[in-house]
């Protein structure tokens, strides 16, 4: 009886060199980095290969990482990348735009040199990113500005809809990326209590979650949904801010032409020129539309009620590090708590005094 010979599967060989599984003599599949791959093509390679494990925007700005490292290194081979070269793309990309930006682009090269086993002890130890200034605490309003915000929210037609945003997005800790990718089916408003489902242009799976909606949230969304619907919108899978259509240049130029409608099956751009128009108008200019998340998360922890756990699912954030990020306590409310060590009034030859409370013991404050 012959003896029976089983073929052992290929595997692939280090760094892909004459790989049975890659190709012939070494020639390797589209989305395979390899030592000796052109820069641009490795790159190229990297991102096609790793966009299978990113979602939302993500992709689009790797995709720009990609876009710059390639003006910069072209044709270079990968393998011949050093830290002289890194430090002087530093040098060239700090001249145009921020040092954590500069530091971004470069993660990217990282992980495509990592895939080839490249990032080693040549560069490792000696790779530096650039200094970052400390990350800024988010801002948040005060009641007075809060109501001032309300009282312009909705003065000029044009504005209105930013207007009903950035209420939302206070009243809601939705940013407005995640706000412009409700569809209908995400709204409920029959229920009790009405609330709608954050499903879209969250960045992290975290950040899905299920909010309440009080009364001005709830208002504002029942305008935005009526505007759908008065464009045209029926659909349960339709954006309630949907994009409109771009007309060509030849279509703008036309006397008499009708503007084509609204896109349901894209999210609309960005409000930011009008809401910070709004702000501006209600004297909020060191305020940014995004801080309007940051205002829902601060006056949220301001109450001491509120649970880890139902912060988590309000705003979608579990370290504590973004909390400090985002949270901002108002200073009257830190008058309250400083005001609450002096609990009590003692007197003493016709004088009164606050009698402070501390850990260690209570003293008379003269």
């Not at 793309?89 to 700090?94: A, E, G, N, T």
């Not at 400390?134 to 005060?142: P, Y």
């Not at 703008?252 to 032409?257: A, D, I, N, Q, S």
């Not at 922890?301 to 108002?330: C, I, T, W």
Request: hydrophobic fraction near 35%; proline fraction near 6%.
């Amino acid at each position: 009886m012959k003896d029976i010979v089983r073929d052992t599967p290929p595997k692939h060989t280090r760094n892909h060199v004459r790989c049975p599984i890659c190709g012939v003599h070494g020639k390797p599949l589209s989305d395979i980095v390899v030592r000796s791959m052109p820069a641009d093509e490795a790159l190229a390679a990297w991102f096609k290969q790793h966009r299978q494990y990113i979602a939302g925007g993500t992709p689009r700005t790797y995709l720009q990482y990609v876009k710059v490292l390639t003006e910069f290194f072209q044709q270079m081979p990968l393998k011949t990348i050093g830290i002289g070269n890194i430090r002087a793309f530093q040098d060239w990309r700090k001249q145009k735009c921020v040092a954590s930006r500069v530091n971004a682009e470069l993660s990217a090269l990282q992980m495509c040199m990592k895939e080839a086993d490249l990032w080693d002890k040549r560069i490792a130890p000696l790779y530096r990113p650039l200094p970052v200034p400390k990350t800024k605490v988010r801002q948040n309003m005060s009641e007075d500005e809060e109501r001032r915000l309300l009282a312009v929210a909705f003065d000029k037609p044009r504005r209105r809809l930013a207007g009903h945003c950035l209420i939302i997005m206070a009243n809601t800790s939705m940013g407005f990326g995640e706000l412009r990718h409700l569809r209908r089916r995400d709204v409920f408003l029959n229920e009790d209590p009405p609330f709608v489902e954050v499903n879209g242009g969250a960045k992290n799976d975290y950040r899905l979650r299920s909010i309440p909606l009080n009364f001005l949230a709830l208002r504002s969304v029942r305008w935005i949904v009526k505007r759908w619907q008065q464009l045209g919108g029926n659909g349960e899978d339709q954006y309630i801010l949907p994009h409109h259509a771009r007309r060509t240049l030849e279509e703008k130029t036309e006397r008499g032409h009708v503007g084509a409608g609204p896109i349901f099956t894209e999210p609309m751009g960005h409000i930011y020129r009008a809401a910070r128009g709004i702000l501006h108008d209600a004297g909020l200019d060191h305020l940014d539309p995004y801080d309007m998340r940051s205002h829902f998360i601060t006056k949220i922890l301001s109450d001491p009620n509120v649970s880890d756990q139902m912060g988590n699912e309000l705003f979608g954030h579990a370290s504590k590090a973004m909390r400090r990020r985002y949270s901002k306590q108002r200073m009257e409310l830190k008058k309250v708590h400083v005001d609450a060590m002096c609990k009590k009034q003692v007197k003493s030859e016709g004088e009164t005094h606050k009698l402070a409370v501390f850990p260690g013991g209570k003293r008379v404050l003269k």
